[in-house]
């Protein structure tokens, strides 16, 4: 199963592939494949100003465990030159809902549905082209914004990875899009293991 989905400067997507079980046992074991992408049909880009810009767009995810398909909106705000001098990032992922498979509803983590995952710790390396990364080589950190009312954070047991690129050059020397990967993964048996691709674009 392909989803893909797509803003005005970035194309992404999602697949799983799942290998049945079957009676007879020809096909040994329950194999599982799932990959993440992404593309622009625009140059990389970076800006050499200091500024914050925030982007919007989608992110397409896929359930490592299961195969099942996620869908939801990918909100991150880019600092180009904080008050130490860096680039950093922080991200949103809202209302991350089941769209293929067994799983049909919200995102779920410690049997909580999820409303949003907080994304920080995200560095913006010092290349022409600006490649988003783990900052200084670590996790970025991860944080659980359950729908329930009234209830607390929860945070990542494991470790998170992210990765893209910024391209097009718009009239106000900021990047015009932003696209990658990212997953989340925790250390317990059968805990989260998910995939993920967004693509989003400058807010005006």
Same mark, same amino acid.
């Given at each position: 199963?392909?989803?893909?989905?797509?803003? +005005?400067?970035?194309? /992404?997507? #999602?697949?799983?592939?799942? #290998?049945?079980? &079957?009676?007879?046992?020809?096909?040994?074991?329950? &194999?599982?494949?799932?990959? &993440?992408?992404?593309?622009?049909?625009?140059?990389?880009?970076?800006?050499?100003?200091?500024?914050?810009?925030?982007? $919007?767009?989608?992110?397409?995810? +896929?359930?490592?465990?299961?195969?099942?398909?996620?869908?939801?909106?990918?909100?991150?705000?880019?600092?180009?030159? !904080?008050?130490?001098?860096? !680039?950093?990032?922080? =991200?949103? @992922?809202?209302?991350?809902?089941?769209?293929?498979?067994? $799983?049909?509803?919200?995102?779920?983590?410690?049997?909580?549905?999820?409303?949003? @995952? /907080?994304?920080?710790?995200?560095?913006? !390396?010092?290349?022409?082209?600006?490649?988003?990364?783990?900052? !200084?080589?670590?996790?970025?950190? #991860?944080? /659980?914004?359950?729908?329930?009312?009234?209830?607390?954070?929860?945070?990542? =047991?494991?470790?998170?990875?992210?990765?893209?690129? /910024?391209?097009?050059?718009?009239?106000?020397?900021?990047?015009?899009?932003?696209?990658?990967?990212?997953?989340?993964?925790?250390? $317990?048996?059968?805990?989260?293991?998910?995939?993920?691709?967004?693509?989003?674009?400058?807010?005006?």
């Amino acid at each position: 199963m392909v989803r893909c989905d797509s803003t +005005v400067y970035t194309r /992404f997507g #999602v697949w799983s592939e799942t #290998v049945p079980l &079957t009676a007879e046992g020809a096909v040994p074991g329950n &194999t599982v494949a799932h990959r &993440t992408f992404g593309y622009s049909p625009l140059a990389l880009e970076t800006t050499t100003l200091s500024l914050v810009a925030d982007y $919007a767009g989608e992110t397409l995810s +896929v359930d490592d465990n299961t195969g099942n398909l996620y869908s939801g909106t990918f909100e991150p705000t880019v600092n180009w030159g !904080d008050d130490n001098g860096e !680039d950093n990032i922080t =991200a949103r @992922i809202v209302d991350l809902k089941g769209v293929y498979g067994s $799983a049909r509803d919200w995102f779920q983590h410690e049997s909580q549905d999820v409303g949003t @995952i /907080f994304l920080s710790g995200i560095d913006i !390396d010092g290349s022409a082209t600006a490649e988003l990364s783990d900052a !200084d080589a670590t996790a970025p950190s #991860v944080r /659980f914004g359950y729908r329930a009312s009234g209830a607390r954070d929860g945070a990542l =047991a494991g470790s998170a990875t992210i990765s893209g690129k /910024f391209v097009g050059n718009g009239h106000s020397e900021r990047p015009l899009g932003v696209l990658g990967t990212w997953s989340i993964a925790e250390t $317990a048996a059968n805990g989260l293991d998910f995939k993920g691709s967004f693509g989003a674009g400058l807010n005006p």
